[in-house]
């Protein structure tokens, strides 16, 4: 499952990112090389499995999420490979945006506990879009939708309602 992998990935790629300047050469080096290899791969397993092919469902944003954060983070080091994948992981993410603005009541398919996965990844890309591209996605559903979250809380936030498909 590349899920857990792209949850260390992302976290992994923020952390390089956030510290890179305190690393000494060497340690830069060898983090960079982990992470080029494990958002490579995730980049060419994505080409072959149904989350590289598909648009709504936890596993997509999550682990296209992670790839495009690596290929960020990574762009001093492989510019060409790099933007090949945050190409394709900024097309894959914004087609997700487009399709879920069709949802007029800003739910997800998979409810409240899946539904956060997507939700909280494509929150990230909308801070990177804006960041790095310059872009500003927001869109009708990314409005709804946190109108929907807090419909399925329970008072006192202490739980949510499970909907799911």
Not at 33 to 51: A, E, M, R
Not at 58 to 78: E, F
Not at 91 to 108: A, E, P, Q
Request: glycine content about 8%; proline content about 1%; overall charge neutral.
């Amino acid at each position: 499952d590349e899920v857990p992998v792209s949850h260390s990935l992302t976290g992994m790629a923020t952390a390089f990112d956030f510290l890179k300047d305190r690393l000494t050469d060497e340690q830069q080096q060898r983090y960079a090389s982990k992470i080029y290899n494990v958002t490579k791969n995730l980049y060419d397993f994505g080409q072959n499995k149904g989350w590289g092919r598909c648009y709504i469902q936890n596993h997509v944003a999550s682990i296209t999420m992670a790839i495009l954060n690596g290929a960020i983070v990574l762009q001093s080091y492989h510019k060409e490979e790099t933007s090949v994948w945050r190409k394709w992981a900024f097309r894959h993410l914004n087609k997700t945006l487009v399709l879920l603005d069709t949802v007029i009541d800003g739910s997800m398919n998979e409810g409240t506990a899946y539904g956060s996965y997507t939700t909280r990844s494509l929150t990230q890309f909308l801070f990177v879009a804006k960041r790095h591209y310059n872009v500003d996605l927001t869109n009708f559903w990314v409005k709804q939708h946190y109108d929907f979250l807090l419909g399925t809380t329970l008072p006192g936030f202490s739980g949510v309602i499970g909907i799911a498909d």
